[in-house]
C-alpha cells in the first residue's frame, strides 16, 4: 500500500462529557478526553492513510450536523457515516435534510446496545431504512454476534440498499470462538449488496494480550466470505486506543492482508471504501 494512500472507513469524533458517552465504561479512561481531526490527521498520515469516513457515536441529529460540518473543514474526512431517528414519523424528512448535504454517505443506528435483539425488524425500523435507497445512502450494521440471525432477515428485506457490516460484526475474539459467527457470516456474505469493514477487532480481543495470530482465524474467515473487494480497512480510532496504537492497528492489518495481491490490497485499503461510500 505504499503506492497509494488508503482510507480509514471508520473512525470517530466526539467532544467528551459522561452523560453524553456513557458507553464509555470502567477501564476505558483513555477514551474520557475530547477527540478532534487535529489530532488524528498526523497520525493518519504516519500510517499512510490519506482520508477518512467519520462515524455516529451518539444518536443525535446535532452530532450528525457537527461531523459534516469537521468534514466540510477538514480534506481528511471524506464522507460521514451519521444518524437520523428511523422509528420516527418524521424520518422522510430528517434523511433528506441530512441527505441534502453530499458528504453524508450512510447512516448508523446502534442496534446492539437496544435492549431488544430484534430491534432492527421492528416495523418503523424497517420503514425508516427503507427510506436510504432512494437517496443513495449505505446502512452501516452495528451489531453482536448474536444479531447476526435476525441480520439476514433484516438485510433480506432490502435487497436494493447497500449494507456494510462494522467490526467483522463483532465475534468472540477474547474466547477464541469461531461458530456460530463463522457460519452466520458465511451467509451473509452470500448477499452480494453486503460489505465488511476489517475493524474493531482488537477491542473484541484481549486488549492487552491480543497478537495477531488471535485475529488471523477471523480475518481469514471474512476474506473467504466477502472476498477482498467486499471487504474494508477501518481503525475505528479512538476506540482502538484501548488496545493499540493507530499505526499498529494499520500494519497489523496490513500483516494479515500480505498474501493478497497487490490488486487485492488495494480494494481492502482503498478501492472497496471508495467505491461502497462514493468518496
Known amino acids: 500500500m505504499a503506492e497509494r494512500e488508503a482510507i480509514d472507513c471508520h473512525q470517530h469524533f466526539w467532544r467528551y462529557?459522561?452523560?453524553?458517552?456513557?458507553?464509555?465504561?470502567?477501564?476505558?479512561?483513555?477514551?474520557?478526553?475530547?477527540?478532534l481531526p487535529a489530532e488524528l490527521a498526523p497520525v493518519a498520515k504516519a500510517a499512510g492513510i490519506g482520508g477518512t469516513v467519520a462515524v455516529q457515536a451518539r444518536q443525535t441529529i446535532e452530532e450528525t450536523k457537527w461531523l459534516l460540518s469537521l468534514a466540510a473543514e477538514n480534506p481528511l474526512i471524506r464522507g460521514v457515516v451519521g444518524w437520523a431517528?428511523?422509528?420516527?414519523?418524521g424520518a422522510e424528512e430528517s434523511i433528506e435534510r441530512l441527505a441534502a448535504n453530499p458528504l453524508l454517505k450512510g447512516l448508523r443506528h446502534v442496534l446492539h446496545d437496544e435492549p431488544d435483539d430484534n430491534y432492527m425488524l421492528r416495523p418503523d425500523f424497517l420503514r425508516g431504512v427503507g427510506l436510504l435507497e432512494r437517496h443513495k445512502l449505505v446502512y452501516d450494521i452495528l451489531i453482536f454476534e448474536r444479531h447476526l440471525p435476525q441480520t439476514l432477515e433484516f438485510v433480506d428485506r432490502f435487497p436494493g440498499l447497500t449494507f456494510v457490516v462494522d467490526h467483522v460484526a463483532k465475534p468472540?475474539?477474547?474466547?477464541?470462538?469461531?461458530?456460530?459467527?463463522?457460519?452466520?457470516?458465511l451467509a451473509l456474505a452470500r448477499r452480494q449488496n453486503v460489505y465488511c469493514k476489517i475493524s474493531g477487532m482488537v477491542t473484541e480481543a484481549d486488549w492487552k494480550k491480543w497478537r495477531v495470530?488471535?485475529?488471523?482465524?477471523?480475518?481469514?474467515?471474512?476474506?473467504?466470505?466477502?472476498?477482498?473487494?467486499?471487504?474494508?480497512?477501518?481503525s475505528d480510532w479512538p476506540v482502538v486506543l484501548l488496545g493499540s496504537e493507530?499505526?499498529?492497528?494499520?500494519?497489523?492489518?496490513r500483516s494479515l492482508a500480505a498474501k493478497l495481491s497487490a490488486e487485492?490490497?488495494?480494494?481492502l485499503f482503498r478501492g472497496t471504501a471508495t467505491s461502497v461510500y462514493k468518496l
Open 17 to 35: 462529557s459522561a452523560s453524553e458517552y456513557g458507553w464509555i465504561g470502567a477501564g476505558m479512561d483513555v477514551l474520557r478526553r475530547d477527540f
Open 85 to 89: 431517528p428511523l422509528i420516527s414519523e
Open 172 to 185: 468472540r475474539i477474547r474466547e477464541g470462538v469461531m461458530e456460530p459467527w463463522r457460519t452466520l457470516m
Open 213 to 234: 495470530e488471535h485475529l488471523r482465524p477471523y480475518f481469514e474467515t471474512v476474506m473467504e466470505a466477502f472476498g477482498p473487494r467486499r471487504v474494508m480497512f477501518g
Open 246 to 253: 493507530y499505526s499498529l492497528w494499520a500494519d497489523t492489518v
Open 264 to 267: 487485492e490490497r488495494d480494494a
